[in-house]
């Protein structure tokens, strides 16, 4: 009895299989069927939003025209020169991750970027990205940025292997803080439904009345999820910024 009653806060990010017996096949799971949709969203969305390309835009064409002006100044205000080029690539993450995590909001959806092999990928992918940018820009002048100008000898053997290490470290802290934060919303989420579910079940009437907190909770924690998904989605793209940023610029 006690196992039925028990609150499973980490089913919901189980894979399972993805189109029936041809995802069997192929290893094609549910994570992958929501990064489908997320780029079907977002190719449908501007889609129809640009199609007539109104003078005095409507509503969807004004939400897109204000999403790329938001992060085409991020891109400005963050890489500055030589960021512009980087745009399409910051935009496309941004939209990516933001309507990956809305979609995770909604029931019977999945949340892939609760998943760290997610996170973990599109951080390695821009690691890898800055990285070789700043080759490309610098050659081997871009191991300059482990050695920060004005920083007296003595300090360097000690200062240069803290920057390597922070260096490396950056794909590790990028794809965590994507994962933990979506991660740990969803689990007090079902959570505090869970516990809904147990007071109304066990005390009856009472329960009923008990319940009223954690909903209240849960509808809280609703309107946070939401802001949530956007500032993580934000933290992503200007983080992806500094770093190239970094690499064009060395510091």
Known sequence: MAQESAINALGQFQLTTGFGPVGRLVGFTNS????????????????????????VPGRMQGLVEMSYD????MVDDTIGS???????????LFSFILVGNLLGL???FFAFTSHIAITGALALFVFLLSTTVGFWYHG????KFFSPPGVPGWLLPLLIPIEIVSFLSRPISLSVRLFANI??????????AGFMIMLVTSLGAVGVVAAIIPLGLNVALTALEF????????????????YLHDAIHLH
């Open 82 to 92: 030589g960021g512009r080029r980087f745009f399409p690539f910051i935009f496309t």
């Open 32 to 55: 992958n069927e929501m990064m489908l949709l997320a780029a079907a969203i977002i190719t449908m969305l501007f889609t129809v939003a640009l199609r007539r390309k109104a003078i």
């Open 70 to 73: 938001f992060v085409l100044q």
């Open 140 to 143: 081997l002048g871009f191991l």
């Open 227 to 242: 802001l949530v998904a956007f500032l993580q989605a934000y933290v992503f793209a200007v983080l992806t910024c500094l």
């Open 183 to 192: 991660t740990a919303g969803h689990v007090m989420w079902e959570v505090f």
């Open 106 to 108: 909604f029931p019977y």
